[in-house]
Structure formats: C-alpha cells, structure tokens
C-alpha cells in the first residue's frame, strides 16, 4: 500500500531548467533512500540520482554539475533540480523509493512511480 506521486515534468528548451518531485506515502515503516530513474526511447531504465536518508548522494556521470538531489525525510519526498537541460536528457523519469514496509517480516523493496515525461528541445 504504497504510492509514488511524481510532478514537474514537461517541455523546456535546451539550457533551460524544470524541478521534479516525488512523495511517497503508505504504510512504510522507513525508507532508506530514494532516487531518480530515467528510461529515453530505445534505451534501458537508468539511475539519474539517488538520496540515502543520511544525504549520501550519487548522481549519473552525465548529470553531474547540472542536476542536483534533495529530500526532505520528514515528507519522504524527493526533489531533482535539473538545470542546463539538453536533449540528451529527454526521457521517462520515475520516482524510486527502497525501504522496509510495514510488515510482520519486513524485507527491503523497491517501489515504482508511474513516470513523468521530460522533454528537452534544441
């Protein structure tokens, strides 16, 4: 019982900016941490950037000085700032959270948003 809501993707222009959020809600116990996919056509799903509870983070080499991870723990929701976009960057974008559920046993999962589109224009 597990809901990833993803929001502020859309259209920009090359070099332009967009902010993605995602909140997780449902009966999660705690979540270790959370991050950003991105599938572009043709192409496997990919990890953009991800966020450990304690603020680790590690970002995709292709996004490194232009996209930047922050959460806030206390919402369990996860924000991507992606500046200077570029073409390359167009693609799928899906929320991921991975933590223990509210379980008798409880194991480690790994929960999905829906998606959200980014496009980037030259």
């Known amino acids: 019982q597990v809901q990833l809501v993803e929001s502020g993707g859309g259209l920009v222009q090359a070099g332009g900016s967009l902010r993605l959020t995602c909140a997780a809600s449902?009966?999660?116990?705690?979540?270790?941490?959370m991050g950003w996919y991105r599938q572009a056509p043709g192409k496997q799903r990919e990890l953009v950037a991800g966020i450990t509870s304690a603020g680790s983070t590690n970002y995709a080499d292709s996004v490194k000085g232009r996209f930047t991870i922050s959460r806030d723990n206390a919402k369990n929701t996860v924000y991507l700032q992606m500046n200077n976009l570029k073409p390359e960057d167009t693609g799928v974008y899906y929320c991921?959270?991975?933590?223990?559920?509210?379980?008798?046993?409880?194991?480690?999962?790994?929960?999905w948003g829906q998606g959200t589109q980014v496009t980037v224009s030259s």
């Open positions: 449902g009966s999660i116990f705690v979540i270790n941490a």
């Open positions: 991921n959270a991975r933590g223990l559920p509210a379980s008798l046993l409880p194991r480690e999962t790994d929960y």
